[in-house]
């Protein structure tokens, strides 16, 4: 069988991290992704990394892709992209709103060529409003939207979270948003121009905290606090530990050395043990020094939530990650063989291999044959510069 997005083919303009990424993961589900990059390639090839000759962000989110080059700013290299259009599905890009049509790609133009036409125009702040136009990066979202404010906590100095929280993301709503609007041309026949932003995930992701209710001062906590739930030393390594049901609290008291609190009525619900974290946490502290992360974890899985902490080192070899088949080995010309992540989703139909990042324009001769071009055309494409 196929996989569910066999023969779509999409155009991915997107550089750096949330926007291929977000590409990746329509080839997990079996679209075509052909990476159209400038001479010189997607500037997250270049981004400081320990790898000989490739940069680890780079290889992370472009899997699933073959890499073309073009230069857009080329009437000739405009012309080429334009010929790909006609027989593509989807394009995506990640450009200021003032740069498509100067480069020739704004959706009233690409849709003159292609009617049904899927276009994503992925942004930092959005495409109306006084910040539309200004470059936006993962943490200058997170600084902008509450989220440094938060991990700092009220009253102390912001942080940023680590690990790009806000590409990621993103990369989601720009898969979600292509993939509503490719079963809406299914339905209608109509293409669409689906529009969406890291600020717009920026806020999704604290919706649980965005609401401010009528009458609600500004300075109100809106995370839900502090409680005795985190991370705790143990004899060997760290452990983060939840015990917020009655269940998991009673199981916490009776391994961990102070069961007289299991039914003490001062700790009896979640809110009264949250007010006397000061009196619990020591007592934690002090229990868990018995056993080593490792032991304690396998003490405790299913009496109450918790998990050892591990390095992501780890998760290329442990059991469970093993199971769920996350890891593929890949040959890469210049970086060798490389363990990667396979697909994001798993589905009952199709088993595409997952495919390695390319190189620049490791396929440009290749996907453009496939789409027409004659050898004699290319050839003068490259002769202009236009293609690489």
């Avoid at 590409?167 to 669409?192: K, N, P």
């Amino acid at each position: 069988m196929a996989d569910a997005l066999q023969g779509i083919v999409v155009l991915d303009l997107t550089a750096y991290l949330a926007g291929p990424y977000g590409c990746a993961l329509l080839g997990d589900v079996g679209a075509e992704i052909i990476k159209i990059e400038p001479p010189g390639g997607d500037m997250s090839r270049h981004y400081p990394s320990n790898l000989n000759g490739e940069c680890r962000t780079f290889l992370g989110a472009n899997r699933n892709k073959r890499s073309i080059v073009l230069n857009l700013k080329l009437p000739e290299g405009q012309a080429a992209f334009h010929r790909l259009v006609k027989h593509a599905d989807v394009v995506v890009h990640n450009f200021r709103p003032s740069v498509p049509r100067r480069l020739g790609i704004d959706y009233e133009t690409l849709r003159s060529i292609r009617p049904d036409l899927i276009y994503c125009s992925f942004t930092g702040y959005g495409e109306k409003g006084p910040l539309r136009d200004h470059p936006g990066f993962d943490t200058l979202l997170q600084c902008f939207t509450g989220i440094a404010s938060m991990q700092g906590g009220r009253n102390q100095n912001p942080q940023i979270q680590s690990g790009s929280i806000v590409d990621y993301y993103s990369a989601s709503f720009v898969a979600f948003g292509i993939l509503s609007a490719l079963v809406h041309r299914l339905r209608t026949g109509e293409g669409q121009h689906v529009r969406t932003s890291l600020l717009r995930s920026a806020i999704s992701l604290q919706a649980g905290q965005f609401i401010w209710a009528e009458n609600e001062p500004r300075d109100i906590d809106r995370w839900w606090g502090p409680s005795y739930s985190g991370i705790y030393p143990t004899k060997e390594g760290y452990l983060y530990l939840q015990a917020t049901t009655p269940t998991f609290w009673k199981n916490l008291c009776e391994n961990l050395g102070f069961p007289q609190l299991a039914d003490d009525p001062r700790f009896d619900t979640l809110k009264k043990r949250t007010e006397l974290r000061e009196e619990i946490r020591p007592l934690i502290r002090e229990g868990l020094m018995q056993r080593t992360a490792i032991e304690w974890e396998e003490l405790l899985l299913g009496k109450l939530s918790c998990i050892a902490v591990r390095s992501i080192e780890d998760m290329f070899d442990h059991p469970q990650i093993l199971a769920e088949d996350l890891v593929v080995e890949h040959e890469h010309p210049i970086v060798g063989k490389y363990k990667a992540m396979s697909k994001s989703v798993q589905m009952g139909i199709g088993d595409k291999q997952t495919r390695r990042a390319p190189m620049l324009g490791e396929h440009t001769d290749e996907v453009l044959a496939q789409f027409g071009f004659q050898n004699d055309e290319i050839a003068t494409l490259r002769a202009t510069g236009a293609a690489a």
